[in-house]
């Protein structure tokens, strides 16, 4: 029985670690900018399908339809695409905040609601016309083969994806905590105006921020496509729980986000073992029960308004 | 442009007009209405277009129908249902097709099913696999929906036949995703299991993107499950054998065809995709007649797996041809009367159908033109054993 429970943790943690790379996106925008990138999903398939060309560009193998040859994904070439889709969905970023956010930031209203999820339309549809609508296998750079961990069974890819999200989480704490980026970023957080005032660049600091968070969904979707398989409908299901693991966790606290993600996925896995239909209306209940009582999060710091 | 080459310009578009009005009016129309760039599925569309395409160069080569060519309308839906509607008015109303193949998605015929009905237009389905689609709207109504291609329920008839004949099942599960056509098959296989006395020891859900089913699957394991029995769309099933690999827990797979898609194999991997049996039309040990169609078509054909729906949309085109033949014209309601009791045998690619249709049986194809198949070494053959051996026609009855 003790498998059992294991198995249910290790698939939970590795679900768990893809919502959580997801939700940090989320939280990133909205400390600096007090908005949300809803195209978070559309660039995450968008990355998958990057980190696809690259892999085949790099290798210079022909893809079939509908899987990519796994020698394609040896070496240098997957950390390669991972980087590669990263930059092209960080530089699409900065558009989607030059274009669709900026004009709208800052003001009443939630028009930055509707552009930007315009914004995933378009890019989703972009997508459909280069890559078309068949999803596409990406083989894991380290194998396919089950790792055996006390009886509970793992996939190599599983590992990588828990990992990386780990590693950004600490890098990124890192950064947000001790460098001067770090600093002019929470300081924009906390009062645009007043940080304009002591000299940091707000602009700078918000297309910074729109950059990194997509291009965190970028490494995101190449990261996950070995083991969801790269298609351009994969990222709406899995941006949706990561921003329920944002809300879970405190959309204003990084690390919060990041515990949310972690709490979706094992709870997700754990009632599998119980009622595996139940899954989305517990899930969505512990939201609004989570709303209701602590409605900054489980994580989040509640908002004190000074007057 | 003077005025000489006007009055030139003038004849010519004249007697070029009354050319084609000349032919419009000799050439009958079929229509096809289904996905053909929108979903996954729209492969399986682009597959029957070729095959409908294929059967009018070969009808047209022999003289064409009462003397009449053959032309095809296609029209795209995108695999939305409203699109898929409004394709139907257009095909019938203003292209004047006399009878429409298709859809690709089942969603789209059940929605529009009750227009070839209204406007008497017989409508034969060669994709989609959905049940109800063939039903008629009332009890004692004239059904003009016919179809060529696999059904749903009769697939479950197979797979709980399989199971309830297989001496080493003890205990089955049934696991389905939670889509409409999870449920769909789900409701079959509850009403088809308790008819032949089978009892599910447990029933699992999942969802139609998840990558980890191994909570419902150590559930089965538990309970002892020796057979499962899976509804889903092929990547979901790819992601349940592999979830099936991390808990070393690999009992009698049976699914719904979609094992055959691309995206299962590509998603279980080559191992890993031997492990479920399935039913299907074709398998790749074709038959001479339908070598000749794969051969002709496979140039064009984007995925190979795709081909059973190309024979099918042959067949289908062929039993409409006729059809006409034996109505003397195009008229709906005397097409539908040729259909219910077609005279000739109709050569095609499946088989030769004598009688295909009645006014209660509008399936073409049943159980037992079903294969029984599996992924060997990346092709899908056929598949047999036992168990396979000792089942009769009486036990696939629904």
């Known amino acids: 029985m003790l498998d059992v429970y294991l198995q249910t943790l290790l698939s939970g943690l590795a679900v768990g670690g893809v919502y959580a790379l997801i939700a940090l996106g989320f939280s990133i925008t909205f400390t600096t900018t007090k908005t949300l990138n809803f195209a978070q999903g559309e660039f995450i398939s968008f990355g998958a399908f990057i980190g696809v060309t690259m892999l085949l560009l790099l290798s210079g193998l022909a893809s079939t339809t509908t899987a990519v040859p796994s020698e394609a994904a040896s070496a240098w070439r997957y950390p390669a695409a991972v980087i590669g889709a990263g930059a092209v969905a960080g530089f699409m970023g900065i558009l989607i905040f030059l274009l669709a956010v900026k004009p709208f930031a800052g003001k009443g209203g939630m028009n930055w609601v509707m552009s930007t999820l315009g914004f995933g339309v378009m890019l989703q549809s972009l997508g459909l016309a280069i890559w078309g609508p068949a999803p596409v296998m990406v083989p894991s750079p380290l194998g396919d083969n089950v790792l055996r961990i006390a009886g509970a069974g793992v996939r190599p890819q599983e590992l990588l994806v828990l990992a990386c999200a780990i590693l950004i989480m600490v890098a990124l704490d890192l950064v947000m905590r001790r460098s001067r980026i770090g600093k002019a970023m929470m300081a924009v957080a ?100 989570v709303l209701a009582i602590r409605p900054a999060g489980l994580f989040g710091q509640a908002a004190v308004d000074k007057v | ?97 006399v009878a429409v193949l298709g859809p690709t998605n089942s969603g789209n015929a059940l929605a529009w099913k009750h227009i070839p009905n209204q406007k008497k237009n017989p409508s034969i389905g060669c994709i989609g696999s959905a049940t109800d689609i063939t039903k008629p709207m009332s009890a004692s109504a004239d059904n003009y929906m016919y179809r060529v291609s696999m059904v749903d329920r009769a697939q479950v008839a197979g797979l709980i036949a399989y199971a309830k004949s297989n001496p080493k099942t003890k205990n089955v599960g049934f696991l389905v995703e939670t889509t409409g056509y999870g449920q769909g098959g789900l409701k079959d296989l509850q009403e088809l299991a308790e008819a032949k006395g089978l009892k599910p020891i447990a029933t699992e859900k999942f969802g139609v993107n998840d990558t980890d089913m191994t909570s419902q699957l150590n559930k089965l394991k538990a309970a002892g499950v020796d057979t499962v029995l899976v509804w889903a769309q092929g990547t979901p099933i790819g992601q349940l054998v592999r979830s099936m690999e991390k808990i070393n827990y690999f009992p009698v797979t049976l699914t719904s065809w979609s094992s055959d898609n691309a995206s299962f ?105 079903y294969r029984w198949t599996v992924w060997k070494d990346g092709r899908l053959v056929s598949y047999t054993d036992d168990v396979v051996k000792a089942l009769k026609p009486s036990d696939f009855t629904q």
């Open chain 1, 190 to 289: 906390h009062s645009p105006q007043t940080a304009s005032l002591m000299g940091i660049n707000v602009n700078l600091v918000m297309i910074g921020a729109f950059a990194l968070s997509s291009g965190l969904a970028g490494v995101a979707g190449v990261l996950i496509a070995p083991i969801a398989s790269a298609s351009l409908f994969m990222g709406m299901g899995f941006a949706l729980k990561a921003f329920s693991g944002a809300i879970i966790g405190g959309l204003n606290n990084p690390r919060g986000c990041i515990y949310g993600g972690f709490i979706l996925g094992v709870l997700e896995s754990g009632i599998g073992l119980w009622q595996a239909q139940w899954r989305e209306i517990v899930v969505f209940g512990l939201i609004i029960l």
């Open chain 2, 265 to 369: 194999y590509d998603t279980a991997g080559k191992n890993l995709a031997e492990k479920p049996v399935f039913m299907r039309t074709i398998t790749e040990d074709r038959t001479p007649k339908q070598q000749q169609l794969y051969d002709r078509l496979a140039p064009k054909m984007t995925s190979k797996s795709a081909f059973s729906f190309a024979a099918h949309c042959y067949d289908a085109l062929m039993i409409t041809a006729a059809a006409i033949k034996q109505a003397g014209g195009t008229e709906g309601a005397k097409m539908r009367e040729a259909l219910e009791n077609l005279q000739a045998p109709v050569e095609g690619i499946m088989k030769t159908y004598t009688k295909p249709f009645s006014a209660t049986e509008h399936e073409a194809l049943t159980a037992s033109d």
């Open chain 2, 1 to 97: 442009m003077t005025p000489q080459s006007k009055a030139l310009n003038a004849a010519l578009l004249c007697s070029a007009l009354a050319f084609s009005s000349a032919a419009y009016a000799q050439e009958i129309k079929i229509g096809f209405n289904g996905d053909l760039s929108a979903s996954p599925s729209a492969q399986s569309g682009q597959a029957g277009v070729l095959g409908i395409q294929a059967a009018i160069e070969d009808i047209n080569a022999a003289g064409g129908v009462l003397g009449r060519k053959l032309t095809l309308v296609v029209r795209d839906d995108l695999s939305q249902p409203p699109k898929s509607i409004q394709n139907m008015s257009d095909l019938i109303d203003n292209e004047k097709v």
